[in-house]
């Protein structure tokens, strides 16, 4: 058992020490957003869905707006973020969004494997997926009137006028935070084990998508570096994990595969395809804590997925 991450959990309970995480890795990075969003649009096509949405909102965005922009850059009329803390600053939106056109106007291949191991989906091919974007519609998503109106979105973020096409809602944590029936596609990356109740996280986004709408989430089951094993988030007793949470503003929720899929449902999704990472080694089952002793071997052995789910027409 690590002793630090329970350590910070008590100092986060102290007066003088910040519970928000500094910043969250990946979309500091526009080539890492431009790979993501690329993946999530690729999967998209694969699976037999409509790889370009109008409306799209992304829930946790972190460091910047980046993968919404590639989005914005490939096509989506209206990009709404929503995130519990506004990790995104003003300035970095911009520089990655600058770096994002560069991209686009280059047709630059996805970033794949070996420029960032960690991010799933993977695809067959990095090619640039000009049979997604052809020329016809890359040179409409980046007329200089357009780009230029996504920039000053940008630039007055905090003051969004009615027309506007980038919303960066935060916190968020109503439904009635996005239109009913309104958005073309939800998407998410490394974020919905980070939500603490997906039952109502789900439900919002069955409120928030129009009929036939679609949902593209990849969910990463592993323990954050929290403990030594993988999966070792699933041996800690509830008090114990409730310490090493404090007063942090989210955390790992550690429901597995089988708990989304379920709440998928019963939000009223039908599920179109499910892209699992299994992994070996990590903890076996007698070292789990008590309520996760009776997961599936499926569920103990999942150490990522892709779901990809639609509302019905
Ligand atoms: C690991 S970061 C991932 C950031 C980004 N998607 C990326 O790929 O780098 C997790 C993000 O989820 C956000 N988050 C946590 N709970 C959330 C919730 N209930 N709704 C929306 N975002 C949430 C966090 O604030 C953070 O921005």
Sequence with gaps: ?????????????????????????GTI??????????????????????????????????DSLGIGLAALLSGAQRYIALD????????RNLAVFDELMALFRDRAPIPDDAAFPQVHPRL??????????????????????????????????Y?????????????????DAVQAGSVDLVFSQAVLEHVDDIRFTYGACYQWLKPGGV???????????????WNGQWGYPDWLWTITRGRKPYFINREPLSSHLSAIREAGFEIVDVLPVHRDGGLKRRELAGRFRSMSDDDLGTASAHILARKPR
């Excluded at 974007?133 to 109106?149: F, G, T």
């Design 1 to 25: 058992m690590r002793i630090r991450p329970i350590l910070r959990g008590v100092k986060s309970y102290l007066p003088f020490f910040s519970s928000t995480p500094a910043s969250t890795g």
């Design 215 to 229: 949902m593209s989430h990849q969910v990463d089951f592993k323990s954050h570096g929290i403990t030594d094993e």
């Design 84 to 91: 519990v803390v506004a990790h995104a600053a003003p300035d």
């Design 159 to 175: 003051h969004p006028a009615d027309d506007t096409c980038v919303s960066y809602i935060c916190p968020w944590s109503d439904v």
């Design 29 to 62: 990075s526009a080539r890492y957003c431009y790979s993501v969003w690329l993946r999530h649009q690729v999967t998209l096509f694969e699976s037999g869905l409509d790889p370009h949405p109008r409306i799209v909102a992304e829930l946790g965005p972190g």
């Design 124 to 157: 067959a091919s990095y090619d640039f997926p000009i049979h997604i974007l052809d020329d016809e519609r890359l040179q409409r998503a980046l007329a200089p009137e357009r780009v230029q109106k996504i920039r000053e979105d940008l630039a007055s973020l």
